[in-house]
């Protein structure tokens, strides 16, 4: 039985149903094996994420009815990252759920689609992932295409290349292997945007940067994937050089795909797809077995043609269809290769091909279809009034690479301007809110308080034994302290939640719409957070806080003094905890407010970060 190479040990290989002499059934063509679907909360994160990409690998060679279930499965492995709410974990769960839809043509053009894509895009901003904010635009600029939306793509495309412009700096807390993938994955998905908007220069650019980052770490898996994306863009690339008559050019874009597919061979047999080990990677994959053919059409590559084309996917379905007409028409089979086409043309009436892709397969009906004297005369007639119809269309190709071109810098412009302008706000530290921003974000939301907007919790965190870090080792230990404080608190808290450093080792959290009990049960959970990292990350260090809610007409100075007592009170307690304080009616004391029962009201709960 063939089964699919795992990525991690604990990862379990895909099992099918053997048929037509061991080949695995992934294209909906027999029934899978019932398999015991596995307790996902009991699998670790790395499986998760792992699993996700085997399930993406299979579902692109998989038939329609496959592919669906394959989404299903994807969308349980997300619903359980939820649940986890590790925030990288989430990311690269939703990217995975948005990848599976938007590569189907029928999925794409879906409202599950667009809201899985707006949500890859949310949440990477949230967090700050700029590389996956930058895939999550390509994504958005793939579906825009299928919509038939090419300019909107086009300014899709842009975004996300300006995001890659500069240099990124690496993820340390992806790990370098994980974040040259994901960077790849990246400057591919942009890369194919790029081809299908005909901007082939700039995307071969673009593959081209992706294959550094696959040199860097990649796993078999992903260089074969990159290989294929490659390989299927030089096919692209050299079949519309065909169309304006740029033969030798196109040759050579067809003998660089015959390259590739050659060094696909050897990571393909290790990689995640489905596949039969006693056969190349070209009589599996119709985009190889294609770019061999065209680059050196003859009848030898018949028979392989002709299977892969009862197996291809429709994206793949035009390549092998050309190919195999080339080869028919040197082995003087013409009437074959046009009935051929012609089958193939009505079969893909039925599907969602890529128009570029199809002029190709017409043009190509339309050579072989001529026959004697007036035919000649008529097809000679034709072919000039095409050759001036593909000119413009050129030309309109390349004023297309110079808008893209314009866009992407006028973004890469609006996003340093917009870097100057948030480092204006933004403590250098720890990346966090300053305190020019905590002002006015606090006048802000105090004036919506007293306006009736709901109500307003402040809360004045001090860290526990930070001294003694500074002290005992040294500054530098003790900001990469503040860092990983600062980025615990954050990211336990939600999205509309502001954290920001107020001063030395002390940070203000505003949380609007919060009553103070939940606001207090929040806090809890970040206290207990960095409380429970590890001790070469924290040194040992806690937290002490106050909260408070602000009251009817007061001042945000005075609550920051009652908060900052709040803390105080925390102190004295031992540290690493957190106290409540409420007013008592009138000007009287201050009251703690215990929460032995664990319930607030009910009408408002901080969910757990996603």
């Avoid at 009616?585 to 969910?607: R, T």
Wanted: with cysteine; hydrophobic share 45%; glycine share 8%.
């Amino acid at each position: 039985m063939v089964q699919v190479r795992s990525l991690a040990a604990e990862l379990p290989a895909e099992r099918y149903n053997e048929h037509e002499g061991g080949r695995p059934s992934v294209d909906g063509g027999g029934e899978r094996e019932d398999v015991d679907l596995p307790a996902l909360d009991e699998r670790s994160d790395a499986w998760l994420v792992g699993r996700a990409r085997e399930l993406l690998a299979i579902s692109q060679v998989s038939g329609r009815g496959a592919r669906s279930r394959y989404t299903d499965e994807v969308d349980r492995l997300l619903a359980e990252a939820r649940h986890r709410g590790e925030p990288r974990m989430v990311a690269q769960l939703l990217r995975a759920a948005a990848v599976i839809r938007v590569n189907d043509a029928e999925q794409a053009a879906s409202v599950e689609a667009e809201t899985i894509v707006d949500e890859f895009l949310a949440h990477s901003t949230r967090h700050e992932f700029l590389v996956l904010q930058a895939d999550a635009h390509a994504l958005c600029a793939k579906r825009l295409l299928l919509a038939g939306a090419e300019d909107v793509a086009l300014t899709e495309a842009a975004v996300g290349l300006a995001m890659l412009d500069e240099k990124v700096p690496i993820d340390a807390s992806f790990g370098p292997r994980v974040w040259d993938v994901l960077m790849a994955s990246t400057l591919m998905d942009l890369g194919l945007v790029l081809m299908e908007l005909g901007v082939y220069e700039v995307g071969d650019q673009v593959m081209r940067r992706a294959h550094r980052h696959i040199r860097g770490g990649a796993g078999p898996h992903d260089i074969s994937v990159h290989l294929i994306t490659r390989c299927r863009m030089q096919l692209v690339w050299g079949m519309r050089l065909e169309r304006i008559g740029e033969d030798e050019q196109a040759a050579e874009r067809f003998a660089r795909a015959a390259a590739m597919a050659s060094d696909v061979e050897s990571p393909f047999r290790e990689s995640l797809f489905p596949r039969r080990t006693d056969l190349p990677a070209a009589d599996q994959l119709a985009v190889l077995g294609a770019a061999h053919a065209l680059a050196a059409p003859s009848p030898s590559h018949v028979d392989r043609l002709s299977a892969l084309l009862d197996t291809a996917v429709p994206r793949e379905v035009i390549f092998v269809a050309v190919a195999l007409a080339r080869c028919l028409e040197r082995d003087q089979r013409t009437d074959a290769a046009v009935e051929m086409l012609t089958s193939v043309q009505k079969w893909l009436d039925d599907t969602a091909a890529e128009p570029a892709l199809l002029l190709c397969l017409i043009r190509e009906y339309a050579r072989l279809s001529g026959g004697g004297e007036d035919g000649d005369r008529t097809i000679c007639a034709l072919q000039g009034y095409v050759a001036e119809l593909e000119s413009q269309l050129w030309a309109m190709r390349e004023s297309r690479a110079a808008t893209l071109a314009t866009r992407r810098e006028h973004e890469r412009l609006a996003r340093r301007h917009g870097t100057v302008a948030k480092q204006a706000l933004q403590d250098p530290l720890t990346g966090l809110p300053n305190r020019r921003a905590l002002d006015e974000r606090l006048a802000e939301l105090s004036a919506d308080a007293h306006g009736g907007g709901g109500p307003l919790a402040i809360a004045l965190v001090d860290l526990d034994g930070f001294k003694g870090v500074n002290d005992r080792l040294s500054h530098a230990e003790g900001d990469d302290v503040l860092r990983v404080v600062a980025s615990t608190v954050r990211d336990t808290l939600r999205g509309s939640d502001m954290v920001a450093r107020y001063g030395g080792d002390e940070f203000i959290v505003l949380l609007p719409g919060a009553p103070l009990l939940a606001a207090a049960a929040a806090l809890r959970r970040a206290v207990m957070a960095v409380s429970t990292l590890p001790h070469d990350l924290s040194h040992g260090v806690t937290l002490s806080v106050g909260v408070v809610s602000l009251r009817p007409d007061e001042g945000t100075a005075r609550a920051l003094a009652r908060a900052d007592a709040a803390m105080y009170q925390a102190k004295r307690k031992g540290g690493n905890d957190v106290v409540a304080i409420a007013s008592a009616e009138g000007d009287g004391p201050e009251v703690p407010v215990q929460d032995d029962s664990g319930e607030h009201d009910p009408a408002w709960v901080i969910p757990e970060a996603t």
